[in-house]
């Protein structure tokens, strides 16, 4: 799972792909997801760095985070080929 | 043109151009202007040449030094060339830049006479390279050059659009000869579509494959020997009802220019093109149209560090501009509308006297 080559985020979460055009806005949580995506973090890396963040169970994390990531591969902000659900 | 610079640094030039109707389907006249106004190395003088009374840059005083009204293409090469020898009469016009698909054959052909006899210069393809990139042989032209084009039919006739049906696959696109498209997802739509544009835009019509994709533009200058001077990739963001582009946004997409500079290098493309291409989900890049002017947002490429109008001028007075390699991405354009107030007397003027 690897975020695409020269994605751009501002410190307000706004997202800008520079190989489509597109740009998106994300809220402080998001922007951390993708900063840790930057990092080379993995799905489990990821979710061991939001659990002290947020008082919730791990389950709904891993929900929530599976659907975020589902999203960014959607937008093609995470590689095609890395993104969850691809081949 | 004197080539010695003036009190601010600058080479004074005379730079005639048309496409002056800045509207919801802007002409790249306006845009091509501001470019040259941009200039460091160029003093410009603007002659606007118009087509009609209505053309807003015709009251663009800020842009637009002197503006003339010159014949429909229709007139012919004859009328348009005794309009430009009264114009050169009153006028030094160094450099012309055409900006419409409808002039440019009238263009083309007199451009030998207009140098020999008035000294105007011109930087435009010949008539076969014109004419090799037209929609409705544009997939030979693909072939020949290297470029995935969408197959299509080109139908003079009921009967043969119907044939083309036959062997076609929906949804399929029906195009005019000049503007207009339409998806059809049947046969009853494609029938709709056919006799609206023919209605529209006359015969030939186009039966084309669909390509499903995003549409991707590039604005590209070649120098007539296989150079590649400039080009600037672009996405549109918001387009309006006529397809035309409200909002784009300069994208990096290294594939898409290694495309665009082999062809303009294989075809020896000379003068501005705009290239627009569909890009499929797979990374494939089909090739839609070739236009052979500036495109309307080509003052998007001055704001990415690429002036492809100024290095028009530099090409058509015989120099050698160097290769612009580098553009920013993540420029964005955005058109806005807004209305001129002008006296009736400029109106009256331009209408009656065909000068402004």
């Given at each position: 799972m690897k975020i695409s080559q020269n994605i751009a985020i501002s410190e307000n979460g706004f997202l800008f792909n520079p190989a489509t055009g597109d740009s998106f806005s994300t809220n402080d949580t998001g922007k951390e997801i993708v900063r840790l995506l930057q990092e080379g973090k993995n799905q489990a890396q990821i979710l061991d760095a939001m659990e002290g963040l947020f008082a919730t169970d791990r389950a709904s994390l891993e929900k929530d985070l599976a659907d975020f990531l589902y999203m960014l591969g959607n937008y093609r902000i995470l590689d095609a080929n890395t993104a969850p659900g691809s081949l | 043109m004197k080539s010695t610079p003036n009190a601010s640094g600058r080479i004074p030039c005379t730079v005639a151009v048309s496409g002056l109707n800045n509207v919801d389907s802007p002409g790249p006249g306006m845009p091509v202007i501001r470019a040259l106004r941009q200039s460091h190395r160029y003093d410009f003088r603007i002659v606007g040449l118009s087509y009609d009374s209505l053309e807003p840059g015709l009251y663009m005083h800020d842009l637009v030094d002197k503006s003339y009204q010159v014949p429909l293409p229709s007139a012919g090469t004859g009328a348009l060339m005794e309009r430009l020898r009264y114009l050169q009469s009153v006028e030094n016009i160094d450099v012309l830049i055409p900006n419409f698909d409808a002039e440019l054959h009238n263009f083309i052909r007199l451009a030998p006479t207009l140098e020999s006899e008035l000294g105007i210069r011109t930087f435009l393809p010949s008539l076969q390279e014109f004419d090799a990139r037209h929609k409705a042989v544009l997939h030979e032209y693909g072939q020949l050059h290297g470029v995935k084009v969408p197959v299509a039919s080109t139908v003079f006739t009921i009967n043969e659009f119907h044939r083309a049906l036959d062997v076609s696959v929906y949804p399929l696109v029906v195009k005019g000869k000049y503007y207009d498209a339409q998806i059809a997802h049947s046969a009853d739509e494609a029938l709709s579509a056919f006799y609206k544009i023919s209605a529209k835009w006359g015969l030939p019509v186009l039966v084309q494959q669909y390509v499903r994709g995003t549409e991707v533009n590039v604005t590209a200058l070649g120098d007539g020997a296989g150079k590649c001077i400039g080009a600037v990739p672009m996405r549109k963001l918001y387009i309006t009802d006529k397809g035309k582009a409200w909002a784009g946004v300069s994208i990096e997409d290294p594939e898409l220019m290694r495309l665009s500079a082999a062809l303009?290098?294989?075809?020896?493309?000379?003068?501005?093109?705009?290239?627009?291409?569909?890009?499929?989900?797979?990374?494939?890049?089909?090739?839609?149209?070739?236009?052979?002017?500036?495109?309307?947002?080509?003052?998007?490429?001055?704001?990415?560090?690429?002036?492809?109008?100024?290095?028009?001028?530099?090409?058509?007075?015989?120099?050698?501009?160097?290769?612009?390699?580098?553009?920013?991405?993540?420029?964005?354009?955005?058109?806005?509308?807004?209305?001129l107030v002008v006296s009736m007397q400029e109106f009256e003027k331009i209408s009656t006297l065909g000068e402004l």
């Open positions: - | 303009v290098a294989s075809a020896r493309w000379k003068g501005p093109c705009e290239l627009e291409y569909m890009r499929t989900e797979d990374g494939e890049y089909y090739l839609m149209e070739m236009n052979p002017r500036f495109p309307a947002w080509v003052y998007l490429a001055v704001g990415c560090g690429q002036n492809h109008p100024e290095a028009l001028v530099d090409l058509a007075l015989g120099q050698k501009p160097p290769a612009m390699n580098d553009y920013e991405v993540g420029k964005m354009f955005i058109r806005y509308s807004q209305d």
